[in-house]
């Protein structure tokens, strides 16, 4: 099993959809968990950090369920700058492990 | 204040070559973390540097190697390039030890192996 895994993707919808990202991880030690967007041929942006009650950014809310090792990010009313790819990230130890990345489309 | 700076933004090498990536961090950050990205993946890990002293190393051949300066700066060297070496190299600051910390990345270098 990979250490963290999330919707292969690619995700297509309309502008204003609402669009949520899985991600689970396997393991269990860890601590610390982000999101990061990364624009083609850019470099990843931390988008948001996960706390363990969840957290709220705007249109995006980011959840965390320790015991079934899954977070996920959820994104409302979709805008045409929300299309890139999203990363899931988990500690390891000291060192951050990135999931393979779910590519998103907003279509107008 | 400037993000993460990465020198150069591109290269060229032949197979065998060796190669030196450099990265600046934010002011004030004291951790440097190394990845590769090829394109399709999310990065992978090479190295952790914290306070000058590696802090975790990934699964990578010794033909990679890295150290970190006292003004915090960063240098990544890969010898003996191979095909698969070709990727984008990113590298990442942070305030304390990345496991924890906030990373932020800088523009990457993209080496190219022909």
């Known amino acids: 099993r990979k250490e963290v895994e999330q919707d292969p993707g690619p995700f297509n919808v309309p502008e204003g959809a609402t669009v949520a990202f899985n991600c689970t991880y396997s393991n269990s030690a860890s601590q610390s968990f982000f999101w990061y967007r990364q624009d083609c041929r850019k470099e990843p942006k931390l988008l948001m950090s996960v706390y363990s009650s969840g957290n709220e950014d705007g249109r995006f809310t980011a959840q965390l369920n320790r015991a079934s090792q899954y977070i996920s990010l959820l994104i409302r009313d979709s805008k045409l700058s929300d299309s890139a790819t999203y990363l899931c990230v988990v500690n390891k130890g000291q060192n951050f492990v990135f999931g393979p990345g779910t590519r998103l489309s907003v279509l107008p | 204040d400037a993000g993460v700076t990465q020198s150069p933004t591109h290269l060229i090498k032949t197979r065998g070559q060796h190669v030196t990536l450099r990265c600046s961090p934010i002011?004030?950050?004291?951790?440097v973390s190394w990845y590769q990205q090829v394109l399709g993946q999310g990065p992978q890990f090479i190295f952790q540097y914290y306070e000058k002293e590696e802090r975790g190393r990934g699964n990578f051949p010794d033909r990679f190697s890295a150290r970190q300066f006292p003004n915090y700066s960063s240098e990544l060297n890969v010898n003996a390039l191979l095909l698969g070496d070709s990727a984008l190299y990113l590298c990442a600051s942070s305030l304390g030890p990345s496991g924890t910390y906030e990373q932020y990345f800088g523009p990457g270098t993209r080496l190219t192996v022909t």
């Open positions: 002011s004030g950050h004291k951790s």
